[in-house]
């Protein structure tokens, strides 16, 4: 009786160690005793984020930049892959996937037009999931490409915090590489929100701003003070059932971050809205969902297979 109710889970799980035996997975072997579950059973967290498939969503998205709000599109894609802890790039090689871990990756891509010409952001996240063994997030990098020029910025987790290395075509920041200390990474917010929202802090928090904010702003990334809350969604921009928003919202000069996601697994993200102060003003970008899709994307990139961009929209 135990077979047949659990037949499909017993087939994945089987089918999972059997890869891993064989090295024939891109993915590293997950651990059912995970503490990133985000709350649902090992299951749940097995068939959705190693089922061999990245789950895509695309937004309707309005950027703040230039002191004005801006048309313009997001995607926004999470997928599980190995990620190797001594040089934080990802394994490709059987060799070193004893070096590796499982980490949880976003890659966020915003694109708006700003008057004549348009504007493209790229930001990579990539935080283990056994986050007993790996509390903090181990990588970012974010890369901004305008009509004048692009610029780049990479963190990378070290023993005392993170090393910031940011290149870019403006003269009084070219060339920086400095440390901060370690803190929460605004960027990792939506990792840690579909692992487990639940252990996400509340209350005063110190937070390093997103790398793409840094960028749009031109200022570099420090720890900051922030007032993190975590509540039902209650406004009208966003739809859905049972959904919760986690805010952050900084100290001084009225920034404010808050993330919409489903409170049930998988936590999809809905949306997110991001004020900030441009030319002596509040404009708060935002990200409404518009469509999501699983797709293994890395297998479809034939001129044929772009009818998969319609799905979502795009």
């Not at 694109?111 to 990579?124: E, W």
């Not at 922030?226 to 928003?245: D, E, I, K, R």
Request: charged share 20%.
């Amino acid at each position: 009786m135990f077979v047949q109710k659990n037949f499909l889970f017993i087939v994945i799980a089987l089918a999972v160690v059997f890869a891993v035996a064989m090295r024939a997975t891109i993915f590293q072997k997950p651990t059912a005793s995970s503490s990133a579950s985000g709350g649902s059973t090992p299951k749940a967290f097995l068939e959705y984020w190693f089922a061999g498939k990245a789950e895509i969503s695309s937004y309707r998205l309005e950027q703040a930049q230039y002191g004005a709000l801006n048309p313009g599109s997001a995607v926004l894609i999470f997928v599980t892959e190995d990620f190797r802890t001594d040089t934080q790039v990802k394994s490709e090689s059987p060799d070193t996937r004893d070096k590796s871990t499982p980490v949880l990756k976003t890659n966020l891509v915003r694109k708006c037009l700003t008057g004549i010409y348009d504007y493209s952001m790229f930001t990579s996240v990539f935080t283990p999931i056994e986050t007993a063994k790996f509390p903090r997030t181990l990588k970012v990098s974010t890369s901004v490409q305008e009509w004048c020029g692009h610029s780049y910025v990479q963190l990378n987790l070290r023993n005392t915090g993170y090393a910031v290395s940011s290149r870019s075509y403006f003269e009084n920041e070219a060339t920086e590489d400095y440390s901060v200390g370690v803190a929460l990474l605004e960027d990792e917010l939506w990792n840690r929100i579909r692992l487990s929202p639940d252990k996400l802090p509340t209350g005063d928090v110190s937070v390093v701003p997103s790398s793409a904010s840094g960028r749009l702003r031109h200022r570099k990334l420090d720890p900051l003070p922030a007032t993190a809350q975590m509540g039902p969604y209650s406004g009208n921009a966003f739809a859905g059932a049972g959904l919760q928003a986690y805010t952050l919202t900084y100290t001084g000069d009225g920034t404010r971050l808050m993330v919409v996601f489903e409170g049930a697994f998988p936590h999809r993200i809905v949306g997110w809205e991001e004020t900030v102060k441009q030319k002596d003003k509040l404009l708060t970008s935002r990200a409404v969902l518009q469509k999501t899709i699983l797709s293994d994307y890395w297998n479809h990139n034939a001129p044929g297979d772009s009818v998969l961009r319609k799905e979502l929209g795009l």
